[in-house]
């Protein structure tokens, strides 16, 4: 049995996190929250050339997906949460994730709001998530969307946790891989 994924994908301080939090406690199901930002994080605090760090974050993100597609093949549950700001991060999870399984969910905020959350975090790049706004969301399609602008993570949660039962067939993401055709392993940079 595959393991489904919620997946949940937004700019930076958008809310996700957040979210992924909430719907631990709200899903009926054992499910995992995977974060990119862990994944980041494991890595050593040694400093990185700017000529390298563009190659060791695209490794990262790679093994990121493997690592989450791995965890759904072995049957578990998994909630992500991602950021699509560039276009192979889709393309490689489109030729890893059983589209079946996976529920892609659009989480919103108004730029205004995740500028106020960033200066608040302060843990973020200035700007980070205005330069993300645009190519986030380009792809277009979600099976349910979210707007943490003025709704709670845990409202979020609960209508995501709601939506579950009814889950369109075909899924957006079959429909977006009949769009895009993954690249082969080793492509995209």
């Known amino acids: 049995m595959h393991g489904r994924i919620i997946f949940l994908n937004g700019t930076s301080s958008s809310g996700k996190s957040s979210i992924a939090r ?18 980041h994080a494991m890595r ?19 093994g990121f997906h493997r690592a989450v597609a791995g965890m759904a093949a072995a049957g578990n549950n998994v909630v992500v949460d991602h950021v699509l700001s560039e276009e192979w991060r889709l393309t490689d ?37 205005a330069r993300q706004f645009e190519r986030v969301h380009a792809h277009g399609l979600y099976d349910v969307e979210c707007d943490t602008t003025t709704t709670s993570a845990a ?5 995501i946790s709601a939506f579950l039962p009814h889950r369109p ?16 392993e080793g492509a995209g940079r």
Not at 50 to 57: I, K, Q, R, S, T
Request: proline share 9%; glycine share 6%; net charge negative.
């Open 155 to 159: 409202d979020c949660a609960r209508r």
């Open 22 to 39: 909430e719907l631990l406690q709200v899903l009926d199901e054992p499910y995992f929250h995977m974060p990119v930002d862990a994944f």
């Open 93 to 129: 999870c489109l030729g890893l994730f059983d589209p079946r399984e996976v529920v892609l969910v659009g989480v919103r905020c108004s730029p205004e709001e995740l500028e106020r959350r960033e200066r608040a975090r302060g843990d973020r790049p200035a700007g980070l998530a």
């Open 44 to 62: 050593s605090r040694r400093e990185i050339d700017a000529d390298e760090l563009p190659g060791v974050l695209h490794r990262t993100w790679k």
């Open 169 to 184: 067939s075909p899924t957006a993401f079959e429909r977006l891989g009949r769009k895009v055709v993954p690249a082969p």
